[in-house]
Each structure stands twice: as structure tokens, then as C-alpha cells.
Nanobody, 121 residues
Framework: QVQLVESGGGLVQAGGSLGLSCAAS????????MGWFRQAPGKEREFVAG????????RYADSVEGRFTISRDNAKNTLYLHMNSLKPEDTAVYYC??????????????WGQGTQVTVSS
């Protein structure tokens, strides 16, 4: 099973940008489609973005479409999420996950520990 470690979270002002990384180890990274999810306080975990194993296909939640970009570097075993035009409602703990090319939480078997993103107004 693949192990995942997120990094890059922090505090940013509304309208700003932030990049997250997710380092994978323990298994062949390119065997997995990957996803980013987030969970705000008092809310359920929700899908943010997904990418196919080769990185040729991506999908996004409507709330982040056009502002966030998911990408991967299979040679570096790393997944990325670049976030632009951040809004206070983007504040959450962000998780990367390995599994299927799907927006469903149940389709992902391996999860990172999460990284906090806070957007101030």
C-alpha cells in the first residue's frame, strides 16, 4: 500500500495562491489515480480534484474549477495541487489520496495525514 505525506499548507489572504504537495512512497505511484479532498470544521470530507494514473485526465469539484490545478510527476512520486484566487471558504484540512479516478471517498484506499489551509478575509 502506498504511504502519502502532504506538505505546503499555511495561511494566505483571500485572493492569494498556495501550492500543496503530496509525496508517495512504499508502492508504485504510477499505479494509482490520485485525488485531493478537503474537510472544513463541522463539515464532511469532500472531493476537490482528481487525476488519472498517467496524468492525462483531470477532474474538479465545481467549487474549485478554474481556480485549482491538480498535477503529478510520476518520476518524483509526487502529486500537486496549485490553488489560485483562494477564498475564505477554501479553508480546510486538505488530504491527498490514492485509488481510483473517482470523486467518491470510498474509491480511495490510502490517505495522507492532511495539511491545513487557512484563507483569511
Amino acid at each position: 500500500q502506498v504511504q502519502l505525506v502532504e506538505s505546503g499548507g499555511g495561511l494566505v489572504q483571500a485572493g492569494g495562491s498556495l501550492g500543496l504537495s503530496c509525496a508517495a512512497s512504499g508502492s508504485t505511484f504510477s499505479n494509482y489515480a490520485m485525488g485531493w479532498f478537503r474537510q472544513a470544521p463541522g463539515k464532511e470530507r469532500e472531493f476537490v480534484a482528481g487525476i488519472t494514473r498517467a496524468g492525462t485526465g483531470t477532474r474538479y469539484a465545481d467549487s474549485v474549477e478554474g481556480r485549482f490545478t491538480i498535477s503529478r510527476d510520476n518520476a518524483k512520486n509526487t502529486l500537486y495541487l496549485h490553488m489560485n484566487s483562494l477564498k475564505p471558504e477554501d479553508t480546510a484540512v486538505y488530504y491527498c489520496a490514492a485509488g481510483a479516478y473517482s470523486p467518491r471517498i470510498t474509491d480511495f484506499r490510502s490517505w495522507g495525514q492532511g495539511t491545513q489551509v487557512t484563507v483569511s478575509s
